[in-house]
């Protein structure tokens, strides 16, 4: 089984930054396409940006040019440096990972918990 783990949610004023982190740890043989996706109320949940264990990047229209997302494959960790914060970029932001357990298991999808971000004056 697969733990992770987000952190650096918060508060956070029009304009300002954050960043997220993500950590993977548990049963890991190998993992494959790291991301963030987020869900405010009352929408359903969406992508924010991915990344591949190679590095290439796919971004929202909604956060291009704002956001980051970066990797650490020794830590098995995920980041989103979040810049110029919208007021709509609120919500609950949610991790996702395509990860196998051992080298004869098939890749699964495994979840955070979420972290809220709360952009507001």
């Avoid at 995920?78 to 810049?83: A, D, F």
């Amino acid at each position: 089984q697969v733990q992770l783990v987000e952190s650096g949610g918060g508060l956070v004023q029009p304009g300002g930054s954050l960043r997220l982190s993500c950590a993977a740890s548990g049963s890991i043989f190998s993992i494959n396409n790291m991301g963030w996706y987020r869900q405010a109320p009352g929408k359903e949940r969406e992508l924010v940006a991915t990344i591949t264990s190679g590095g290439s990047t796919n971004y929202a229209d909604s956060v291009k040019g704002r956001f980051t997302i970066s990797r650490d494959n020794a830590k098995n960790t995920v980041y989103l440096q979040m810049n110029s914060l919208k007021p709509e970029d609120t919500a609950v932001y949610y991790c996702k990972t395509g990860v196998r357990a051992h080298w004869y298991r098939s890749e699964y999808d495994a979840w955070g918990q979420g972290t809220q971000v709360t952009v507001s004056s």
